[in-house]
């Protein structure tokens, strides 16, 4: 006897079209009990509800929804690796699909709002065993891996869980019977924000999001050890694709690619953003992520990358390095110019230093090197005023870090690059010149020549720390390091 079709729906083209009822019975019963007791929670837990508390301090009486956000699907029935939103995860500390974050405003014996929030997270429960999910869905916990019980994420996350699947229908309820205003981050869960349509404006929920932005500014110090372990992961790729030069140099961009990610993801989740591993004429296309060209004796390697920790926080560091293991005159003289202009940069950081500050530092010294060269007409100020210099040096010379490669990048522009450097904030320093293989107005010998310099920059009480430090940057302790690892 065939048991009727499930509602799980499987792939169309199946090899399995019928169920019987006598191997449904069987994938109901005959399982050990799994569930984990007695959990600590995780590292960030504590640190994650502080920053509710300000979130909920910033909001008084309103509720808040913040999502991880969906799979995507990438071709037909796969799905992209799933990363949940930078936002979620600052505030929770978890990292699963579909799970919201909602902060209800608490009320008062008489029915008023009271002070404070009540925080739920909702989350996808264990797989259902009596309707086959867990195994006939194909993101069912035998397909894709067990997921938390809503009790164990509970004594992760320290937070009340609810079902997930009940998140939207207990939204619509809560905002029918008590209502107040509310906010949702965009761009993460499209039926949970067509639900609160009625109830939300754009302009408010982008409030939400620039507070959640600026809320990652100054980062605290558990955020601080996370980004260590990044950049210290880092430093071992970037030791890594030094050693394995010569097997790029018989293949191609891709093996200092595939060399990078083979630590990140041992060392961490994933690479914190596409790695950028140009030779030769590439190290002048910005974000060169093809990573498809020869890598040849006698040209630099631009490589611009970062592992992503498990907990989700990533390093970004350049360095450009002679492939043969010595820079050519040429090639030292531009270099040097770049790591002059990024020693400005950093002396630049400091707490109370605008944050503009280290970039027009660098910028400066760039233009002073291009004037001095012949390729721009002086004076410098004229240059600076003018912009110049920008057809070498095209970008900023740094950003914010954190959970995001270009971190709190939904700040006001007054909150940021308009903003004060504060002891805790974390921001790259990343000066470059990058001569184009067809631009005429530079000497033919420049022509193909990229160049830059990128560090990962603590603000301390009384300074600067170069978290990224573990890697030579003068062209001479480049050089030295290469031949040390080179044997």
């Known amino acids: 006897m065939v048991a009727e079709e499930k509602k799980i729906k499987g792939r169309k083209n199946g090899l399995y079209p019928a169920l019987s009822d006598e191997l449904a019975a069987s994938m109901k019963s005959g399982w ?23 979130l909920s301090a910033r909001f008084p009486g309103e509720r808040l929804v913040v999502p991880a956000g969906r799979l995507k699907t990438r071709s037909n ?111 993460h869960d499209a039926p949970i924000e067509a639900a609160l349509a009625p109830h939300t404006t754009l302009r408010t929920d982008e409030e939400l999001r620039v507070f959640l932005s600026e809320l990652r500014l100054v980062k605290d110090d558990w955020e601080l050890g996370q980004l260590q372990n990044a950049v210290d992961s880092t430093v071992r790729g970037f030791t890594d694709v030094v050693r394995e030069l010569s097997q790029a140099i018989a293949t191609s961009e891709r093996w200092i690619e595939g060399t990078f990610f083979r630590r990140a993801r041992v060392e961490g989740n994933d690479i914190g953003y596409g790695s950028i591993c140009a030779a030769g004429p590439h190290a002048t296309t910005l974000h060169w992520v093809r990573n498809d060209g020869p890598v040849r004796e006698g040209e630099l390697l631009l490589l611009d990358a970062g592992v992503e920790t498990h907990t989700l926080y990533t390093a970004d560091v350049t360095r450009t390095l002679p492939i043969s293991g010595s820079f050519t005159d040429l090639q030292r003289k531009i270099y040097d110019a770049v790591y002059e202009a990024q020693e400005a940069g950093i ?42 210099q920008r057809r070498w040096t095209l970008h900023g010379t740094g950003h914010m870090l954190g959970l995001d490669v270009h971190d709190c990048a939904q700040a006001r522009v007054e909150q940021y690059v308009g903003g004060t450097l504060e002891p805790g904030m ?16 530079v000497p033919e010998e420049y022509r193909g020549i990229g160049v830059r310099i990128e560090d990962d920059i603590l603000v301390t009480a009384d300074g600067r720390r170069n978290l990224s430090e573990g890697l030579p940057r003068t062209s001479a302790e480049v050089e030295r390091w290469m031949a040390g690892l080179r044997g």
């Open 32 to 54: 050990a009990d799994t569930e984990r007791r007695g959990l600590e929670p995780v590292e960030q837990a504590p640190y994650a509800a502080k920053r509710r508390a300000a």
């Open 426 to 441: 974390v921001l790259t320093v990343e000066p470059g010149l990058y001569f184009q293989e067809d631009d005429l107005t």
């Open 347 to 388: 002396a630049a950081v400091r707490p109370g230093a605008a944050f503009r500050d280290f970039h027009d530092a660098a910028q400066r010294v760039l233009a002073e090197h291009l004037v001095a060269w012949g390729l721009l007409e002086g004076p410098v100020e004229r240059v600076l005023e003018l912009g110049l």
């Open 77 to 187: 029935d796969t799905e992209y690796a799933f990363r949940p939103s930078s936002e979620y995860t600052h505030l929770t500390g978890d990292q699963t699909q579909d799970a919201v974050l909602v902060l209800e405003p608490r009320l008062g014996e008489d029915g008023e709002t009271a002070d404070g929030h009540d925080a739920t997270v909702y989350l996808l429960p264990r797989s259902n065993r009596e309707n086959g999910e867990f195994w006939l869905d194909g993101q069912g916990e035998l397909w894709v891996g067990r997921r938390n019980s809503l009790a164990e994420g509970e004594q992760l996350l320290g937070l009340p869980a609810r079902d997930v699947r009940k998140v939207v229908d207990e939204l619509v309820e809560a905002c029918a019977e008590r209502p107040a205003p509310t906010r949702v981050l965009r761009g």
